[in-house]
């Protein structure tokens, strides 16, 4: 009761200086204010639920011959490290500091270099909220600073948010002390949309599953298959809506789209186009270097959301993470090839279906080689629901009461009510 009321205080700081946050979400990582907005309430939920959560925890009892009984408790793992990703820094901090001081945890969270500033503002109002000192720590730095926390030995937890190569070498590290890890990684999730879906929801889900935050989710649907006879139609929608997207001052309510994390990946982004149309895929819109209107922004990173038409399954853009605002176009005929199709892929973050056949949806889920899936919508993500990945996206989940089992541990009592009956 005592860690939720702290949290519950901490939430309501939160919602308080909810704009405020969200204007510093936008200067550390350049997405919309209307996203940072969002990011900020979900943070403040995950910190909610959690609170919640935490006047739960019990073991179970378990009845043995003779009046003897066994229990379970759980209890805290102590340390926990969080090391966060750049594409949403203030809500990553909150899904992995609630659950680890809902068990009873403490945690050292380093925020990526890149976006260093909303986390200090999280760690600042869990303290007014009256959190003891060292509860929730924030350190600054970058791969070495990582290393040093993942290795050290008072850490007996290690939860990542990032990329398949950094999470390997984490799990790498913490291996070495046999410390836990969850790890929320990359992926490149199909997007299933169906000939008998409603048009403007697929429409609609597209854009989601490949737009937020510049595209620069883990969870996008990037490979977006659309069956043969609805295609043309598809991609008339979805090129008129993404041409029509608001790109410029992310501060203004207007804009739907603001700058890329830096230089350096918005490079990449466009290195990605570029070898997309030389292995002969189709730009149908975007995919190239913008500038605002404004004259102060005429040097930020940004570009405009790109279509790509022609796409195939052994291109660079179908296979790899770009991790940018750029949807790749795939079609298929069949159910059963489709599914061969998708699950073709090391990741498995999430999966999306767009029907009208409910019995069609469950079955393609239930086939598909994903831990987050959607049916007719996409990246949305309750905080009541666990969210993680299968295969090389990821170990453990966040959100949701399971993850109240990835940050404590298990201990076992067994009790004798009689006298021991010793072989010896």
């Known amino acids: 009761m005592e860690r939720a009321r702290v949290m519950l ?10 704009e405020e946050i969200a204007e510093m979400e936008v200067i550390n990582n350049g997405k919309s204010i209307t996203e940072a907005r969002l990011d900020v309430d979900s943070a403040r939920l995950s910190i909610e639920y959690f609170a919640g959560q935490a006047t739960t925890l019990s073991g179970q009892h378990v009845q043995l011959p003779g009046g003897s009984f066994a229990y379970t408790r759980r209890e805290p793992f102590g340390v926990c490290v969080g090391i966060g990703a750049w594409n949403y820094p203030f809500q990553i901090a909150a899904w992995k500091s609630a659950p680890a001081i809902a068990c009873g945890n403490s945690m050292v969270f380093k925020p990526s270099p890149l976006t260093p500033v909303t986390a200090v503002l999280l760690a600042e109002i869990y303290r007014q909220a009256g959190a003891p000192e060292g509860l929730f720590n924030v350190v600054q730095g970058g791969q070495e600073t990582g290393s040093l926390l993942c290795l050290h030995p008072s850490v007996e937890k290690v939860s990542f948010t990032g990329s398949v190569p950094t999470g390997k070498k984490i799990m790498e590290m913490a291996s070495r002390g046999v410390k836990a890890v969850t790890l929320e990684l990359g992926g490149k999730s199909p997007l299933i949309i169906f000939e008998d879906t409603d048009l403007e929801n697929a429409v609609r889900g597209a854009l989601m599953a490949n737009f937020l935050s510049q595209g620069q989710v883990c969870s996008n649907g990037t490979r977006v298959f659309v069956q043969s006879s609805i295609v043309p139609q598809f991609l008339k929608e979805v090129v008129r809506r993404t041409k029509a997207i608001s790109i410029g001052d992310p501060l ?37 270097p913008f500038s605002p209107a404004d004259p102060k922004l005429k040097d930020g990173y940004y570009m405009t959301p790109c279509v790509l038409d022609s796409c195939t399954d052994d291109m660079t853009c179908v296979k790899e993470e770009i991790f940018g605002p750029v949807m790749s176009v795939l079609t298929f005929d069949t159910e059963d090839e489709v599914l061969r199709r998708a699950n073709d892929s090391d990741l498995g973050l999430a999966a999306g279906v767009f029907t009208k056949d409910v019995k069609r949806a469950h079955r393609v889920i239930e086939n598909l080689q994903a831990g987050s899936c959607f049916i007719n919508n996409y990246n949305i993500t309750p905080v009541e629901v666990p969210f993680g990945g299968f295969k090389a996206s990821g170990i453990g989940r966040e959100n949701g009461q399971v993850t109240i089992e990835f940050y404590s541990q298990l201990k076992t009592v067994v009790v004798e009510m009689g006298d021991v009956d010793s072989l010896f």
Not at 258 to 277: C, F, I
């Open 9 to 18: 205080e901490a939430a309501r700081l939160i919602e308080k200086r909810r």
């Open 252 to 288: 203004l309510d207007e804009t739907r789209m603001g700058a890329l994390v830096s230089k350096a990946h918005l490079d990449k982004v466009l290195r990605y186009v570029e070898q997309a149309k030389n292995e002969g895929a189709q730009v149908l819109c975007g995919g190239e």
